[in-house]
């Protein structure tokens, strides 16, 4: 049972996306965006933000795929990668629930998700209404080729009914960021 102190649980992630699990992987998100003056316009370079639980992230800072990696089994294990945003439209009524945002497969351990297979291209969050949650959720493959089910719409996704029908189990790993409609003045 998941401690009531877990990230997870407090941001019901738990619950609304995923049952509870125990975490025998570790998984690092990082997005790397470009950070620009927004008086000169100008470029001033990289910006790594790794992804923590709970925490705020800008819709600016995560336009491209991040780098996720797998620390953990060998590189005979394989890893299916999904991010998901259970809070569509809003989060006081996400009567469409999980609105999906990126699915990779195949992804050797101890690598990252670019060596996998990507069957559900990244698309940037942008949320209208309220603060959403994004969750990366990683689940460990009895075999490579696991996934033979490829969603037919974004909307309406379930990450559960998706690991169910593709034989998955449970998570491995799962971390989850916020991210809130970027208004000009919020980007100063």
Do not use: C
């Amino acid at each position: 049972m998941a401690k009531v102190s877990d990230p997870l649980v407090v941001g019901r992630v738990i619950g609304d996306v995923i049952e509870s699990f125990s975490p025998t992987v570790k998984m690092t998100v990082t997005y790397n965006s470009n950070v620009k003056d927004i008086k000169s316009n100008s470029s001033q370079g990289q910006s790594l933000k790794q992804v923590y639980n709970g925490h705020e992230l800008f819709p600016s800072a995560v336009t491209m795929k991040p780098k996720v990696e797998v620390h953990g089994g060998d590189m005979r294990s394989f890893f299916t990668l999904i991010m998901t945003d259970p809070d569509v439209p809003g989060p006081s009524d996400p009567y469409l629930r999980e609105h999906l945002h990126w699915i990779v497969t195949d992804i050797p351990g101890t690598t990252d998700a670019s060596f996998g297979r990507e069957v559900v291209n990244y698309e940037m969050p942008r949320p209208n209404i309220g603060i959403h949650r994004f969750v990366f959720l990683l689940f460990k493959q009895n075999r490579r080729e696991t996934v033979i089910t490829v969603p037919s719409s974004r909307d309406r996704f379930s990450t559960r009914k998706f690991a169910e029908e593709n034989e998955l189990g449970l998570p491995v790993a799962a971390v989850f960021f916020n991210a809130q409609r970027e208004t000009a003045a919020r980007r100063r």
